[in-house]
């Protein structure tokens, strides 16, 4: 099994970023799929989460109104559209695949190499 996050980088306050996660090796629509993120020094923390047929989202309250998930079936890729971002958002973020909606890092099966988001003030 793979994830492969990708779209980070470095940004302003108040700018947008795109993170993808493509997923192979397993069976992307019997996943659901989440993005957490860990800053330095800190614990991996819940960002969002997705049920397996997309049509149940979870957003952690500190990213509510400005960042949503997604996912493509047919592409076998979950997105995270950042919006508004702030430079507390800056972590490396992680998407990882599990057997339904869950919140909780001990959940999660598989997990990508994580991308770097850097916001700057």
């Known amino acids: 099994v793979q994830l492969q996050a990708s779209g980070g980088g470095l940004v302003q306050a108040g700018g947008s970023l795109r993170l993808s996660c493509a997923a192979s090796g397993l069976t992307f629509s019997r996943y659901g799929m989440g993005w957490f993120r860990q800053a330095p020094g800190k614990e991996r923390e819940f960002v969002a989460a997705i049920s397996k047929s997309g049509g149940t989202t979870s957003h952690a309250q500190s990213v509510k109104g400005r960042f949503t998930i997604s996912r493509d079936n047919a592409k076998n890729t979950v997105y995270l559209q950042m919006n508004s971002l702030k430079p507390e958002d800056t972590a490396v973020y992680y998407c990882?695949?599990?057997?339904?909606?869950?919140?909780?890092?001990?959940?999660?099966?598989?997990w990508g190499q994580g991308t770097q988001v850097t916001v700057s003030s």
């Open positions: 990882g695949a599990a057997r339904g909606l869950y919140e909780r890092v001990n959940e999660y099966e598989y």
